[in-house]
């Protein structure tokens, strides 16, 4: 299975449990909650191909809990809230930030929820970079075939990224 399409069946898979622990961890679930998207970013982010990492959800504990640790010990170094003056509105990048965890989190869950052959026929396609002849050759299926599940794959990634 394609890293992007694992990392995104993992991400929904261990969500919940990795919310419960860094939010008890933290005591804060808005805390909890910026830590859990950091974890899957740093994943995707990183070199390692999860497939390759024998127990997915302790690599994830592990990368969540040393997150936690370090915001933890960041926040015990930086000054209360209210001591600090107030700002009128967050930094852009902190906003586009947020936009594009929120989107991409969208598009994983779109992804992985796509029926099997749509899903590794884009994943091909987008992520691989394969053309549609290549496509269609290993799979044996035909490039109109290919193109059809393209076609809807795009369709059903529309619908959830325009809700």
Excluded: W
């Amino acid at each position: 299975m394609p890293d992007s399409v694992h990392l995104a069946c993992i991400y929904i898979r261990e969500r919940p449990g990795l919310r419960r622990y860094l939010t008890r961890m933290t005591g804060n679930l808005s805390m909890a909650e910026d830590l859990l998207h950091d974890t899957f970013l740093r994943v995707l982010d990183s070199d390692q191909s999860m497939g390759k990492v024998r127990d997915p959800r302790a690599y994830l504990l592990r990368s969540a809990r040393n997150l936690a640790l370090n915001a933890l010990a960041t926040q015990r170094r930086t000054p209360e809230l209210s001591d600090l003056p107030e700002v009128a509105h967050p930094a852009p990048a902190v906003v586009e930030r947020m936009i594009a965890r929120e989107e991409l989190l969208l598009v994983m869950r779109a992804i992985a929820g796509m029926p099997a052959k749509r899903r590794e026929v884009f994943i091909m396609s987008r992520v691989d970079s394969l053309s549609y002849d290549q496509i269609a050759g290993r799979l044996g299926i035909s490039r109109n075939t290919v193109m059809v599940q393209i076609v809807r794959a795009l369709s059903d990634l529309r619908k959830i990224l325009e809700m």
